[in-house]
């Protein structure tokens, strides 16, 4: 079982650019997570998307949105870039209560 | 509004003493508990959970306290162990919902010196 892959690694754009990360989740699990860890703070939660809907949301804007496919897959894309979404972003999957991370895609926005 | 809080940036011990992480939070519609530990380039580990009906769960060397009128968990290694080095993260799941959303503290890294 690979767990939760997460592509790209790493990626750096420039301001106003628009990003798509990429979360594959761990076998059996249908649910999927975002969330963006700013450098020195803990993870913020973006959303979570079940049988491909978005089931939740944080306090993030519309630039920030997602999609998943029907084999549970996900992206998250990401518009109009600013210097302050410079993170790690993070991916979760999970059944119903533990959640497993993948490494995190860090973006670096110039 | 952090509500969740972890006061304590860093934390260093010596190999074989106890470790004490804290934790406090602000909101008492938290179902349970959880404990994360993150190694540099991977993403977050899970370490150990607690409900809210529970005061204590223990699981190997790691036992986790909750203390609801403080609302307030600690998370204690015994023996500490030179790969427990890494930051940890306390996390609330609030009540109710379908959705498993964590709210996590800023975290705390642990050294633990040879």
């Known amino acids: 079982d690979a767990g939760v892959t997460q592509s790209p690694t790493h990626l750096i754009k420039t301001r106003g650019q628009q990003v798509t990360l990429r979360c594959s989740p761990k076998?059996?699990?249908?649910?999927v997570s975002w969330y963006q860890q700013a450098l020195g703070q803990g993870p913020q939660f973006i959303f979570q998307?079940?049988?491909?809907?978005?089931?939740q949301r944080g306090n993030f804007p519309d630039r920030f949105s997602g999609h998943q496919f029907p084999n549970y897959s996900s992206e998250l894309n990401v518009n109009a870039l600013l210097l302050g979404d410079s993170a790690l972003y993070l991916c979760?999957?999970?059944?119903?209560?533990?959640?497993?991370f993948g490494p995190g895609t860090r973006l670096t926005v110039l | 509004d952090q509500q969740v809080k972890q006061n304590s940036p860093s934390l260093s011990v010596q190999e074989g003493r106890i470790s004490i992480l804290n934790c406090d939070y602000t909101?008492?519609?938290?179902?349970?508990f959880l404990w994360y530990k993150k190694y540099p380039a991977e993403g977050p580990t899970f370490l150990i959970s607690?409900?809210?009906?529970?005061d204590k769960n223990e699981d190997g060397r790691f036992t986790v306290f909750l203390n609801k009128s403080a609302k307030h968990l600690s998370l204690h290694i015994v023996p500490s162990q030179p790969g427990d080095s890494a930051v940890y993260f306390c996390?609330?799941?609030?009540?109710?919902?379908?959705?498993?959303?964590?709210?996590f503290g800023t975290g705390t890294l642990l050294a633990v010196q040879p």
């Open positions: 979760a999957s999970s059944t119903y209560n533990e959640q497993f």
């Open positions: 909101n008492s519609m938290f179902d349970y």
């Open positions: 607690i409900s809210s009906i529970k």
């Open positions: 076998s059996g699990h249908d649910t």
């Open positions: 996390a609330a799941v609030p009540y109710g919902g379908a959705t498993n959303k964590l709210i």
């Open positions: 998307y079940y049988e491909e809907e978005e089931r």
